[in-house]
């Protein structure tokens, strides 16, 4: 039972650890987000980047890492195990990359902002070039300001909620990847016929 119990502690801290990488990652990816979209010249580019290096890439690490956990418990876990620790590494993650991206935006609040500049007019290019009208212009217009003004209006409520809405998120892609990677161990294993009664003397072939 101790063993079983230091077996289950020690994935704990794996996952925490993978939490970790992934967090640290997904972090620095967001920043590269952030410097491609303030120079991009196309609302394509900004989409396209956005959409492979904040959802595609970790996704991916994701993946991979929890396939990494089952590993170290011989290849077999259930949908619980799965999904714990799935959610300790993603929880961890997120907790960080908020985290990090908040302050990065106190610190550093002329790179996000030249970034919704730039989307800003690269929007209004492409729905113009479309031949949207200026109702819909004006309204995605107004929705970027007001995730301008978003930048300079930081407080530890909006903090708490934003990780309170994203570990929420989490969870739920947690439960989708623990269904996916689930592993029961088999409980019967083959074992050859000459084999399946050990305790029996072996037959000598009949002439």
């Not at 230091?6 to 920043?31: C, P």
């Not at 031949?131 to 217009?141: H, M």
């Amino acid at each position: 039972m101790d063993s079983i119990q230091v077996e289950s502690t020690d994935l704990k801290k794996q996952a925490a650890i993978y939490g970790v990488i992934l967090g640290v990652i997904s972090f620095v990816l967001a920043i590269i987000t952030l410097i491609i979209g303030a120079n991009a010249s196309g609302i394509m580019t900004v989409s396209f980047v956005s959409i492979l290096l904040v959802y595609v890439v970790p996704l991916v690490i994701t993946c991979l890492l929890a396939v990494r956990l089952r590993r170290m418990v011989g290849g077999y876990w259930d949908f619980r195990t799965a999904l714990s620790h799935i959610f300790i590494m993603l929880a961890v993650s997120v907790v960080l990359s908020t985290v990090g991206s908040k302050i990065v935006s106190r610190v550093m609040p002329s790179l996000e902002e030249r970034a919704i500049d730039n989307m800003m007019n690269n929007s209004i290019e492409s729905l113009e070039s479309m031949g949207f009208p200026d109702e819909q212009i004006d309204a995605t217009v107004e929705q970027l300001e007001l995730q301008k003004e978003g930048l300079y209006t930081f407080s530890f409520v909006n903090l708490v909620q934003a990780l309170a809405v994203s570990l929420i998120m989490y969870f739920i892609l947690a439960l989708i990847l623990a269904a996916i990677f689930k592993k029961e161990k088999p409980i019967f294993i083959d074992v050859p016929a000459d084999n399946a009664h050990p305790w029996q003397d072996p037959q000598e072939p009949k002439n």
